[in-house]
Protein backbone atom coordinates (compact mmCIF):
# COMPACT_ATOMS: atom_id res chain seq x y z
CA UNK A 1 0.00 0.00 0.00
CA UNK A 2 1.27 3.40 -0.68
CA UNK A 3 2.18 6.01 1.84
CA UNK A 4 -0.29 9.14 1.55
CA UNK A 5 1.51 12.25 0.68
CA UNK A 6 2.81 13.99 3.28
CA UNK A 7 0.79 16.89 3.66
CA UNK A 8 2.29 20.49 4.19
CA UNK A 9 2.21 24.14 5.67
CA UNK A 10 0.25 26.34 3.46
CA UNK A 11 0.51 30.01 4.61
CA UNK A 12 0.73 33.27 2.08
CA UNK A 13 -0.54 36.43 2.16
CA UNK A 14 -0.66 38.97 -0.42
CA UNK A 15 -0.72 42.70 -0.44
CA UNK A 16 -1.73 45.48 -2.48
CA UNK A 17 -2.45 49.26 -2.17
CA UNK A 18 -5.53 49.72 0.09
CA UNK A 19 -8.58 50.61 -2.40
CA UNK A 20 -11.43 49.23 -0.38
CA UNK A 21 -14.42 52.00 -0.42
CA UNK A 22 -17.77 49.89 -0.72
CA UNK A 23 -20.39 48.78 1.14
CA UNK A 24 -22.62 45.66 1.14
CA UNK A 25 -24.91 47.19 -0.95
CA UNK A 26 -23.34 47.59 -4.11
CA UNK A 27 -19.69 46.74 -5.50
CA UNK A 28 -17.52 48.26 -8.10
CA UNK A 29 -16.34 45.71 -10.41
CA UNK A 30 -13.52 47.20 -12.76
CA UNK A 31 -12.85 43.77 -13.70
CA UNK A 32 -14.30 41.07 -15.71
CA UNK A 33 -15.03 38.00 -14.78
CA UNK A 34 -14.83 35.20 -17.36
CA UNK B 1 20.95 42.73 22.46
CA UNK B 2 18.18 42.07 19.98
CA UNK B 3 15.27 44.68 21.29
CA UNK B 4 11.80 42.69 20.74
CA UNK B 5 9.64 44.64 19.02
CA UNK B 6 5.38 44.08 17.62
CA UNK B 7 2.38 45.77 17.60
CA UNK B 8 -0.12 45.46 20.03
CA UNK B 9 -3.87 47.15 20.03
CA UNK B 10 -4.30 49.72 22.65
CA UNK B 11 -7.19 49.54 24.92
CA UNK B 12 -8.95 52.10 22.54
CA UNK B 13 -8.54 49.79 19.64
CA UNK B 14 -5.85 51.77 17.99
CA UNK B 15 -2.53 49.63 17.64
CA UNK B 16 0.82 50.80 18.80
CA UNK B 17 4.27 49.46 18.77
CA UNK B 18 5.40 47.38 21.96
CA UNK B 19 9.39 47.55 22.19
CA UNK B 20 10.59 45.33 24.34
CA UNK B 21 7.30 45.40 26.39
CA UNK B 22 7.84 41.95 28.29
CA UNK B 23 12.19 40.67 29.12
CA UNK B 24 11.26 37.66 27.39
CA UNK B 25 11.49 39.77 23.93
CA UNK B 26 8.63 37.74 22.43
CA UNK B 27 10.74 34.97 22.77
CA UNK B 28 7.76 32.45 23.52
CA UNK B 29 4.47 31.44 22.02
CA UNK B 30 1.18 32.50 23.70
CA UNK B 31 3.21 34.62 26.66
CA UNK B 32 4.68 38.21 26.97
CA UNK B 33 5.13 39.56 24.02
CA UNK B 34 5.37 35.83 21.87
CA UNK B 35 3.22 35.23 18.84
CA UNK B 36 -0.79 34.62 20.69
CA UNK B 37 -1.51 31.91 17.87
CA UNK B 38 -4.74 30.52 18.34
CA UNK B 39 -5.95 27.44 16.89
CA UNK B 40 -9.11 27.17 14.62
CA UNK B 41 -10.95 23.83 13.89
CA UNK B 42 -12.00 24.47 10.03
CA UNK B 43 -13.51 21.43 9.31
CA UNK B 44 -11.36 19.90 7.12
CA UNK B 45 -10.24 16.63 7.18
CA UNK B 46 -6.38 17.65 6.92
CA UNK B 47 -5.93 21.30 8.37
CA UNK B 48 -6.39 22.74 10.91
CA UNK B 49 -5.69 26.73 10.81
CA UNK B 50 -3.06 28.69 13.08
CA UNK B 51 -4.17 32.62 13.31
CA UNK B 52 -2.39 35.32 14.70
CA UNK B 53 -5.35 37.85 15.15
CA UNK B 54 -3.84 40.82 15.67
CA UNK B 55 -2.13 40.73 12.30
CA UNK B 56 -4.48 38.54 10.48
CA UNK B 57 -1.71 36.20 10.09
CA UNK B 58 -2.59 32.24 9.13
CA UNK B 59 -1.55 29.67 8.75
CA UNK B 60 -2.74 25.71 7.50
CA UNK B 61 -1.40 23.18 9.11
CA UNK B 62 -1.77 19.12 9.27
CA UNK B 63 -3.90 18.44 12.24
CA UNK B 64 -0.92 15.97 13.50
CA UNK B 65 1.80 18.36 13.14
CA UNK B 66 0.32 21.41 15.10
CA UNK B 67 1.54 20.77 18.36
CA UNK B 68 4.93 20.97 17.21
CA UNK B 69 4.69 23.87 14.51
CA UNK B 70 2.56 26.07 17.14
CA UNK B 71 5.10 26.11 19.93
CA UNK B 72 8.06 27.09 17.84
CA UNK B 73 10.06 26.18 15.01
CA UNK B 74 10.56 27.66 11.41
CA UNK B 75 7.02 28.73 10.93
CA UNK B 76 7.53 30.52 14.27
CA UNK B 77 10.63 32.19 12.97
CA UNK B 78 9.60 33.18 9.62
CA UNK B 79 6.35 35.05 11.30
CA UNK B 80 8.37 36.95 13.71
CA UNK B 81 10.63 38.31 10.61
CA UNK B 82 7.11 39.87 9.30
CA UNK B 83 4.63 40.51 12.48
CA UNK B 84 6.13 43.89 12.57
CA UNK B 85 5.07 44.23 8.70
CA UNK B 86 2.17 42.19 9.03
CA UNK B 87 0.70 44.94 11.86
CA UNK B 88 1.25 47.98 10.14
CA UNK B 89 -0.27 46.62 7.08
CA UNK B 90 -3.18 45.99 9.04
CA UNK B 91 -3.43 49.20 10.88
CA UNK B 92 -3.05 51.14 7.86
CA UNK B 93 -6.55 49.76 6.83
CA UNK B 94 -8.06 50.09 9.84
CA UNK B 95 -7.14 53.54 10.61
CA UNK B 96 -5.23 55.10 7.42
CA UNK B 97 -7.69 55.01 5.17
CA UNK B 98 -9.26 57.91 3.37
CA UNK B 99 -12.94 58.80 1.94
CA UNK B 100 -12.93 58.30 -1.40
CA UNK B 101 -16.51 57.19 -2.19
CA UNK B 102 -20.35 58.59 -1.41
CA UNK B 103 -23.34 57.38 -1.06
CA UNK B 104 -25.57 59.67 -2.81
CA UNK B 105 -29.57 59.42 -2.19
CA UNK B 106 -30.97 61.88 -4.63
CA UNK B 107 -34.59 61.19 -3.36
CA UNK B 108 -36.24 59.63 0.02
CA UNK B 109 -39.14 57.53 -2.33
CA UNK B 110 -39.31 54.69 -3.59
CA UNK B 111 -41.71 53.13 -5.46
CA UNK B 112 -41.00 49.89 -3.40
CA UNK B 113 -42.04 48.43 -0.40
CA UNK B 114 -39.11 46.02 0.16
CA UNK B 115 -39.71 43.87 4.02
CA UNK B 116 -36.29 44.42 4.93
CA UNK B 117 -35.95 47.80 3.68
CA UNK B 118 -33.71 50.32 6.21
CA UNK B 119 -35.00 53.39 4.83
CA UNK B 120 -38.69 54.70 7.20
CA UNK B 121 -41.44 53.83 5.14
CA UNK B 122 -42.57 57.41 5.87
CA UNK B 123 -39.80 58.73 4.08
CA UNK B 124 -40.10 56.63 1.07
CA UNK B 125 -43.69 57.16 0.62
CA UNK B 126 -43.85 60.95 1.26
CA UNK B 127 -39.74 62.16 1.00
CA UNK B 128 -38.05 64.81 -0.86
CA UNK B 129 -36.06 64.45 -4.22
CA UNK B 130 -33.14 66.24 -4.11
CA UNK B 131 -33.27 69.19 -6.96
CA UNK B 132 -30.97 69.35 -10.08
CA UNK B 133 -29.58 72.27 -8.98
CA UNK B 134 -28.88 71.27 -5.30
CA UNK B 135 -27.27 67.96 -6.85
CA UNK B 136 -25.33 69.76 -9.23
CA UNK B 137 -23.81 72.00 -6.21
CA UNK B 138 -23.34 68.79 -4.37
CA UNK B 139 -21.21 67.50 -6.58
CA UNK B 140 -19.16 70.54 -6.75
CA UNK B 141 -18.48 70.68 -3.23
CA UNK B 142 -17.61 66.30 -3.59
CA UNK B 143 -15.45 67.21 -6.15
CA UNK B 144 -13.58 70.24 -4.36
CA UNK B 145 -13.01 68.01 -1.49
CA UNK B 146 -11.68 64.99 -3.10
CA UNK B 147 -9.81 67.02 -4.80
CA UNK B 148 -7.98 68.22 -1.86
CA UNK B 149 -8.02 65.10 -0.49
CA UNK B 150 -7.23 62.29 -2.70
CA UNK B 151 -3.97 61.53 -4.66
CA UNK B 152 -4.15 63.09 -8.61
CA UNK B 153 -4.84 59.75 -10.01
CA UNK B 154 -7.68 58.61 -7.89
CA UNK B 155 -11.53 59.38 -8.88
CA UNK B 156 -13.51 59.04 -6.15
CA UNK B 157 -16.81 56.99 -6.27
CA UNK B 158 -20.09 58.31 -6.70
CA UNK B 159 -22.79 55.65 -6.21
CA UNK B 160 -26.53 56.95 -6.86
CA UNK B 161 -28.44 54.99 -4.14
CA UNK B 162 -31.90 54.87 -2.66
CA UNK B 163 -34.56 54.31 -1.76
CA UNK B 164 -35.26 54.18 -5.74
CA UNK B 165 -32.48 56.67 -7.61
CA UNK B 166 -34.02 56.72 -10.70
CA UNK B 167 -37.02 58.27 -9.46
CA UNK B 168 -34.78 61.48 -9.70
CA UNK B 169 -33.61 60.48 -13.13
CA UNK B 170 -33.04 63.81 -14.81
CA UNK B 171 -31.25 64.98 -11.49
CA UNK B 172 -28.76 62.28 -11.53
CA UNK B 173 -28.39 61.89 -15.24
CA UNK B 174 -27.65 65.63 -15.28
CA UNK B 175 -24.64 65.12 -12.56
CA UNK B 176 -23.52 62.24 -14.68
CA UNK B 177 -23.21 64.12 -17.94
CA UNK B 178 -21.61 67.38 -15.86
CA UNK B 179 -19.23 65.17 -13.78
CA UNK B 180 -17.90 62.63 -16.17
CA UNK B 181 -14.29 62.09 -15.81
CA UNK B 182 -14.27 63.81 -12.20
CA UNK B 183 -16.15 60.47 -10.94
CA UNK B 184 -16.71 56.62 -11.27
CA UNK B 185 -20.11 56.90 -11.53
CA UNK B 186 -22.37 54.11 -10.12
CA UNK B 187 -26.36 53.58 -9.53
CA UNK B 188 -27.99 51.39 -7.38
CA UNK B 189 -31.56 50.59 -8.73
CA UNK B 190 -34.40 48.20 -8.39
CA UNK B 191 -34.42 48.10 -11.96
CA UNK B 192 -38.35 49.07 -12.31
CA UNK B 193 -37.19 52.46 -14.12
CA UNK B 194 -34.53 50.99 -15.97
CA UNK B 195 -36.12 51.76 -19.69
CA UNK B 196 -33.97 51.02 -22.99
CA UNK B 197 -32.74 55.29 -22.96
CA UNK B 198 -32.09 55.11 -19.08
CA UNK B 199 -29.90 51.82 -19.75
CA UNK B 200 -28.25 52.91 -23.07
CA UNK B 201 -27.25 56.36 -21.28
CA UNK B 202 -26.22 54.47 -18.07
CA UNK B 203 -23.87 52.24 -20.92
CA UNK B 204 -22.63 55.41 -22.70
CA UNK B 205 -21.79 56.83 -19.75
CA UNK B 206 -19.71 53.99 -18.52
CA UNK B 207 -21.61 53.74 -14.83
CA UNK B 208 -21.59 50.98 -12.80
CA UNK B 209 -25.48 49.51 -12.31
CA UNK B 210 -26.45 47.29 -9.54
CA UNK B 211 -29.82 46.05 -9.73
CA UNK B 212 -31.47 43.91 -6.70
CA UNK B 213 -33.31 40.57 -7.32
CA UNK B 214 -33.79 37.68 -4.40
CA UNK B 215 -34.80 34.45 -6.42
CA UNK B 216 -34.60 33.03 -9.49
CA UNK B 217 -38.49 32.61 -9.84
CA UNK B 218 -41.76 35.59 -9.42
CA UNK B 219 -42.94 33.22 -6.22
CA UNK B 220 -40.35 33.95 -4.08
CA UNK B 221 -38.38 36.85 -5.15
CA UNK B 222 -42.26 39.03 -5.35
CA UNK B 223 -42.16 37.72 -1.47
CA UNK B 224 -39.68 40.77 -0.48
CA UNK B 225 -39.42 42.73 -3.73
CA UNK B 226 -42.93 44.30 -3.87
CA UNK B 227 -44.38 47.67 -4.63
CA UNK B 228 -46.82 49.95 -2.65
CA UNK B 229 -49.94 47.92 -4.14
CA UNK B 230 -48.67 44.36 -3.00
CA UNK B 231 -47.55 43.63 -6.22
CA UNK B 232 -44.27 42.04 -7.20
CA UNK B 233 -41.43 43.41 -9.70
CA UNK B 234 -39.51 40.47 -10.55
CA UNK B 235 -40.72 40.18 -14.51
CA UNK B 236 -39.26 43.88 -14.80
CA UNK B 237 -35.91 42.98 -12.86
CA UNK B 238 -35.51 39.90 -15.37
CA UNK B 239 -36.51 42.13 -18.30
CA UNK B 240 -34.24 44.72 -17.14
CA UNK B 241 -31.30 41.56 -16.97
CA UNK B 242 -31.57 40.51 -20.51
CA UNK B 243 -31.00 44.51 -21.64
CA UNK B 244 -27.95 44.77 -19.67
CA UNK B 245 -26.49 41.22 -21.06
CA UNK B 246 -22.99 41.63 -22.36
CA UNK B 247 -22.21 44.93 -20.43
CA UNK B 248 -19.49 44.29 -17.81
CA UNK B 249 -20.04 46.97 -15.10
CA UNK B 250 -23.11 45.43 -14.22
CA UNK B 251 -24.37 43.12 -11.06
CA UNK B 252 -26.97 41.92 -9.16
CA UNK B 253 -27.36 42.28 -5.53
CA UNK B 254 -29.80 39.66 -3.61
CA UNK B 255 -30.37 39.92 -0.13
CA UNK B 256 -30.46 36.39 1.70
CA UNK B 257 -33.54 35.96 3.81
CA UNK B 258 -35.78 33.46 5.39
CA UNK B 259 -37.73 34.09 2.41
CA UNK B 260 -35.04 33.29 -0.78
CA UNK B 261 -32.89 31.29 1.52
CA UNK B 262 -33.76 27.45 0.62
CA UNK B 263 -33.42 29.05 -2.97
CA UNK B 264 -30.26 30.61 -3.28
CA UNK B 265 -28.87 27.82 -5.35
CA UNK B 266 -31.31 28.10 -7.48
CA UNK B 267 -30.44 31.47 -7.79
CA UNK B 268 -27.25 31.02 -8.34
CA UNK B 269 -28.49 28.87 -11.60
CA UNK B 270 -30.25 31.77 -12.84
CA UNK B 271 -27.79 34.65 -12.44
CA UNK B 272 -25.25 32.44 -14.16
CA UNK B 273 -27.20 31.38 -17.14
CA UNK B 274 -28.24 34.96 -17.55
CA UNK B 275 -24.21 35.66 -17.43
CA UNK B 276 -23.90 38.22 -14.63
CA UNK B 277 -20.42 39.20 -14.23
CA UNK B 278 -21.08 39.61 -10.33
CA UNK B 279 -23.08 39.44 -7.84
CA UNK B 280 -23.81 39.80 -4.20
CA UNK B 281 -25.92 37.81 -2.03
CA UNK B 282 -26.16 40.32 1.35
CA UNK B 283 -27.56 39.06 4.40
CA UNK B 284 -30.20 40.58 5.30
CA UNK B 285 -29.54 43.88 7.58
CA UNK B 286 -31.31 44.19 10.56
CA UNK B 287 -31.59 47.35 11.25
CA UNK B 288 -35.12 48.16 11.65
CA UNK B 289 -37.46 46.16 13.02
CA UNK B 290 -39.55 45.53 10.09
CA UNK B 291 -36.33 43.06 8.51
CA UNK B 292 -36.11 41.04 11.49
CA UNK B 293 -39.11 39.18 10.52
CA UNK B 294 -37.72 38.00 8.10
CA UNK B 295 -34.23 37.30 9.67
CA UNK B 296 -33.03 33.53 8.91
CA UNK B 297 -31.26 31.58 11.57
CA UNK B 298 -27.53 32.06 11.74
CA UNK B 299 -26.65 28.00 11.09
CA UNK B 300 -29.80 27.82 8.53
CA UNK B 301 -28.30 30.55 6.51
CA UNK B 302 -24.88 29.67 6.56
CA UNK B 303 -26.30 25.90 5.12
CA UNK B 304 -27.86 27.36 2.30
CA UNK B 305 -25.27 30.17 1.67
CA UNK B 306 -22.35 28.02 1.90
CA UNK B 307 -24.30 25.96 -1.01
CA UNK B 308 -24.77 28.35 -3.39
CA UNK B 309 -21.45 29.05 -3.11
CA UNK B 310 -20.43 25.56 -4.05
CA UNK B 311 -22.85 25.19 -6.27
CA UNK B 312 -21.23 28.23 -8.51
CA UNK B 313 -17.88 26.16 -8.02
CA UNK B 314 -20.01 23.17 -9.39
CA UNK B 315 -21.01 25.78 -12.60
CA UNK B 316 -17.69 27.15 -13.06
CA UNK B 317 -15.98 23.79 -13.10
CA UNK B 318 -18.69 22.50 -15.37
CA UNK B 319 -19.09 25.50 -18.32
CA UNK B 320 -15.48 27.17 -17.33
CA UNK B 321 -17.60 30.45 -16.74
CA UNK B 322 -17.73 31.99 -13.32
CA UNK B 323 -19.86 33.91 -10.74
CA UNK B 324 -18.36 35.87 -8.80
CA UNK B 325 -20.45 36.39 -5.37
CA UNK B 326 -18.51 39.45 -4.26
CA UNK B 327 -19.32 39.30 -0.33
CA UNK B 328 -17.58 36.16 0.14
CA UNK B 329 -14.94 36.66 -2.52
CA UNK B 330 -14.10 39.57 -0.25
CA UNK B 331 -14.12 38.06 3.50
CA UNK B 332 -11.53 35.33 1.14
CA UNK B 333 -9.75 38.49 0.18
CA UNK B 334 -9.50 39.69 3.73
CA UNK B 335 -7.76 36.14 4.42
CA UNK B 336 -5.36 36.32 1.38
CA UNK B 337 -4.44 39.59 0.89
CA UNK B 338 -6.00 41.92 3.59
CA UNK B 339 -5.96 44.92 2.17
CA UNK B 340 -7.37 43.57 -1.55
CA UNK B 341 -10.55 43.63 0.22
CA UNK B 342 -12.94 45.98 -1.35
CA UNK B 343 -16.42 46.28 0.32
CA UNK B 344 -15.61 48.05 3.78
CA UNK B 345 -18.70 46.21 6.49
CA UNK B 346 -16.03 43.56 7.10
CA UNK B 347 -13.34 44.96 8.90
CA UNK B 348 -13.25 46.96 12.07
CA UNK B 349 -13.95 50.13 12.05
CA UNK B 350 -16.19 49.57 8.97
CA UNK B 351 -15.81 51.97 6.37
CA UNK B 352 -18.82 53.37 7.55
CA UNK B 353 -17.29 57.78 8.17
CA UNK B 354 -13.96 56.84 7.38
CA UNK B 355 -14.01 55.36 3.66
CA UNK B 356 -17.12 56.66 2.51
CA UNK B 357 -20.37 58.42 3.75
CA UNK B 358 -23.92 58.96 2.91
CA UNK B 359 -25.76 61.55 1.62
CA UNK B 360 -29.21 62.27 1.84
CA UNK B 361 -31.38 64.42 -0.35
CA UNK B 362 -31.42 67.49 2.06
CA UNK B 363 -27.72 67.37 2.09
CA UNK B 364 -27.30 66.05 5.47
CA UNK B 365 -24.24 63.67 6.16
CA UNK B 366 -24.26 60.29 7.89
CA UNK B 367 -21.51 57.42 8.11
CA UNK B 368 -23.23 55.28 5.95
CA UNK B 369 -26.61 54.59 4.14
CA UNK B 370 -27.76 52.33 7.19
CA UNK B 371 -27.93 55.69 9.16
CA UNK B 372 -30.17 57.54 7.00
CA UNK B 373 -33.54 56.29 8.90
CA UNK B 374 -31.38 57.45 12.65
CA UNK B 375 -31.34 61.19 13.11
CA UNK B 376 -29.05 61.10 15.49
CA UNK B 377 -26.15 59.34 13.43
CA UNK B 378 -26.73 62.49 11.39
CA UNK B 379 -23.35 64.25 11.46
CA UNK B 380 -23.57 67.95 9.45
CA UNK B 381 -24.80 69.15 6.44
CA UNK B 382 -22.40 69.16 2.98
CA UNK B 383 -24.22 72.61 1.78
CA UNK B 384 -23.71 73.99 5.16
CA UNK B 385 -20.93 72.35 6.70
CA UNK B 386 -17.26 71.85 6.17
CA UNK B 387 -16.85 68.00 4.82
CA UNK B 388 -13.45 67.55 7.06
CA UNK B 389 -15.53 68.69 10.35
CA UNK B 390 -18.51 66.24 9.59
CA UNK B 391 -15.75 63.47 9.65
CA UNK B 392 -15.18 63.84 13.11
CA UNK B 393 -18.15 64.83 14.11
CA UNK B 394 -19.74 63.24 17.55
CA UNK B 395 -21.87 60.51 15.50
CA UNK B 396 -18.95 59.67 12.77
CA UNK B 397 -16.83 58.83 15.87
CA UNK B 398 -19.04 56.78 17.35
CA UNK B 399 -19.34 54.79 14.16
CA UNK B 400 -15.27 55.21 13.57
CA UNK B 401 -14.57 54.64 16.90
CA UNK B 402 -16.23 51.09 16.90
CA UNK B 403 -13.08 48.84 16.83
CA UNK B 404 -13.61 45.32 17.77
CA UNK B 405 -11.30 45.42 20.84
CA UNK B 406 -14.37 47.15 22.35
CA UNK B 407 -16.59 44.27 21.28
CA UNK B 408 -17.22 40.85 23.05
CA UNK B 409 -16.94 38.46 22.37
CA UNK B 410 -15.13 39.87 19.11
CA UNK B 411 -11.86 41.09 21.05
CA UNK B 412 -11.03 37.38 21.76
CA UNK B 413 -11.53 36.09 18.78
CA UNK B 414 -9.59 34.83 16.24
CA UNK B 415 -10.63 35.72 13.06
CA UNK B 416 -11.63 39.02 14.23
CA UNK B 417 -9.89 41.57 11.03
CA UNK B 418 -11.56 38.74 8.54
CA UNK B 419 -15.48 39.68 9.89
CA UNK B 420 -15.18 42.67 11.58
CA UNK B 421 -18.51 42.25 14.05
CA UNK B 422 -20.93 44.26 11.05
CA UNK B 423 -23.01 45.98 11.25
CA UNK B 424 -23.12 48.80 13.56
CA UNK B 425 -26.24 50.42 12.73
CA UNK B 426 -27.82 46.65 13.55
CA UNK B 427 -25.73 46.26 16.43
CA UNK B 428 -26.97 49.84 17.85
CA UNK B 429 -30.26 49.04 16.99
CA UNK B 430 -31.25 45.94 17.08
CA UNK B 431 -29.09 44.88 20.17
CA UNK B 432 -28.85 47.67 22.15
CA UNK B 433 -25.29 49.22 21.83
CA UNK B 434 -22.08 50.13 19.73
CA UNK B 435 -20.51 47.62 21.59
CA UNK B 436 -22.23 44.77 21.03
CA UNK B 437 -21.94 42.31 17.93
CA UNK B 438 -24.21 42.19 14.80
CA UNK B 439 -27.01 40.34 13.84
CA UNK B 440 -25.44 37.19 12.51
CA UNK B 441 -21.83 36.16 14.24
CA UNK B 442 -22.51 32.81 13.35
CA UNK B 443 -22.95 33.17 9.93
CA UNK B 444 -19.61 34.48 9.77
CA UNK B 445 -17.53 32.29 11.35
CA UNK B 446 -19.29 29.59 9.22
CA UNK B 447 -17.89 31.68 5.98
CA UNK B 448 -14.19 32.37 7.30
CA UNK B 449 -13.93 28.46 8.10
CA UNK B 450 -15.15 27.98 4.74
CA UNK B 451 -13.17 30.33 3.08
CA UNK B 452 -9.82 28.31 4.71
CA UNK B 453 -10.92 24.96 3.63
CA UNK B 454 -10.85 26.52 0.07
CA UNK B 455 -7.53 27.24 0.87
CA UNK B 456 -6.43 24.21 1.80
CA UNK B 457 -8.41 22.79 -1.07
CA UNK B 458 -6.50 25.29 -3.52
CA UNK B 459 -9.41 26.19 -4.85
CA UNK B 460 -9.27 29.81 -4.39
CA UNK B 461 -8.82 31.24 -7.87
CA UNK B 462 -12.02 29.82 -8.76
CA UNK B 463 -13.58 32.39 -6.03
CA UNK B 464 -12.08 35.03 -7.23
CA UNK B 465 -12.21 37.12 -10.72
CA UNK B 466 -9.74 35.82 -13.28
CA UNK B 467 -6.10 38.42 -12.55
CA UNK B 468 -7.41 39.12 -8.80
CA UNK B 469 -3.88 39.02 -7.71
CA UNK B 470 -2.02 40.82 -10.74
CA UNK B 471 0.12 43.72 -9.50
CA UNK B 472 0.14 42.47 -6.17
CA UNK B 473 2.93 41.48 -4.05
CA UNK B 474 3.69 38.06 -2.23
CA UNK B 475 4.84 39.05 1.27
CA UNK B 476 4.21 35.57 2.94
CA UNK B 477 4.75 32.14 1.28
CA UNK B 478 5.59 28.98 2.80
Redesign the interface.
Known amino acids: MKNAA????????????????????????D???? | MARARSRKADPAGKSVRVDGAAPSRGRYVGTGNGPAWQPIDIGHP??VALIEPDTA??????RE?LAE?ALGGR?VKAYRQKAAQ?AR?IH??RF??KP??V?FNPTERCNLNCSYCYIPEKMRRRGEHMSRDKLLEALAILKRYFQATLPKKTLP?I?F?GAEPLLNRDAVFAGVEQYAGDF?F?I?TNATLLDDAAIAFLRGHQV?V?ISLDASTAAVADRTRRNWEGQGVYRQVVDAMERLKGY??W?V?STVSSENLRQLSQLVDFLHEHEV??C?M?IL?CTLPRSRSVKPDDARAAKYFLGALDHAYALYRKT?????V??FANILLAI??????????D?SP???GR??FALAPGGEMFP???FIGLDSFRGGNLFSDDISAVLQSEPFQRVTGRTIERIEPCRHCAIRHFCGA??PAEAHEMNGAMQKTGAFCEFYEEQVRYAFRL??DDKVDAYL?????Q????????
Open positions: KKTVIAYRKKCQAKGTGLSHYILMRKAK | SYFWALVPDLLFEELGLSAYQIHHGQSGPGSIPTLNRGRKLIGNVAPAARRLMCICGGCFCSEPCIAWDGWDGMQQTFAW
